[in-house]
T-cell receptor, first 112, second 114 residues
Framework: AQSVSQHNHHVILSEAASLELGCNYS??????LFWYVQYPGQHLQLLLKYFSGDPLVKGIKGFEAEFIKSKFSFNLRKPSVQWSDTAEYFCAVNVPNNDMRFGAGTRLTVKP | KAGVTQTPRYLIKTRGQQVTLSCSPI?????VSWYQQTPGQGLQFLFE???????NKGNFPGRFSGRQFSNSRSEMNVSTLELGDSALYLC?????????????FGQGTRLTVV
């Protein structure tokens, strides 16, 4: 079945640590890829998106993600996390003529 | 510009009842999608409406239905509520639909079924 997998359910880091959240999808054709963030008590917001072109995309708040087509992956990275990055992160895949599929989410807790 | 507005923000219903949730998309957006968010399942796609027509549908039972009006506002209805329907229901709007730019999400309606 077509799916989006986020490998980590809960990640706990200290401030200034580096972050990498994994995302893999199982669609074989053209995809659009997204990372959304949901801060506590707030609505989902777009962090970054990949449609085409440079597979390394930069988003807001210092986040970036790399699309590796051969690995069906779109991992999210940030070199140095802050306490304010504590949130839930969702990877999403959009396939032509299909709905948008979300991963189960990764909860990130950053300790001050 | 105003964001996506969902009403009500909170609802408590009893088993067997039905409920209607409302979503007003960003002005000019013609696509509205609905999602169910639960702690264990993450976001699951319910359906997408575009120009008053249901264009895509997820794997939910027929108790879940929706519609879209000519002004792009959308409603979602759940009949014969079950305890497992307790969740945060999110609405997202986009200009043209799934392959367009990003979707903008509302704050959701938290439904509790008792």
């Amino acid at each position: 079945a077509q799916s989006v997998s986020q490998h980590n359910h809960h990640v706990i880091l200290s401030e200034a640590a580096s972050l990498e959240l994994g995302c893999n999808y199982s669609y074989g054709g053209t995809v659009n890829l997204f990372w959304y963030v949901q801060y506590p008590g707030q609505h989902l917001q777009l962090l970054l998106k990949y449609f085409s072109g440079d597979p390394l995309v930069k988003g807001i708040k210092g986040f970036e993600a790399e699309f590796i087509k051969s690995k069906f992956s779109f991992n999210l990275r940030k070199p140095s996390v802050q306490w304010s990055d504590t949130a839930e992160y969702f990877c999403a895949v959009n396939v032509p003529n299909n709905d948008m599929r979300f991963g189960a989410g990764t909860r990130l807790t950053v300790k001050p | 510009k105003a964001g996506v507005t969902q009403t009500p923000r909170y609802l408590i219903k009893t088993r067997g009842q039905q409920v209607t949730l409302s979503c007003s998309p960003i002005s000019g957006h013609r696509s509205v999608s609905w999602y169910q968010q639960t702690p264990g399942q993450g976001l699951q796609f319910l359906f997408e409406y575009f120009s008053e027509t249901q264009r895509n549908k997820g794997n939910f039972p027929g108790r879940f239905s929706g519609r879209q009006f000519s002004n792009s506002r959308s409603e979602m209805n759940v009949s014969t509520l079950e305890l497992g329907d307790s969740a945060l229901y999110l609405c997202a709007s986009s200009l043209l639909g799934q392959m367009d730019t990003e979707a903008f999400f509302g704050q959701g309606t938290r439904l509790t079924v008792v």
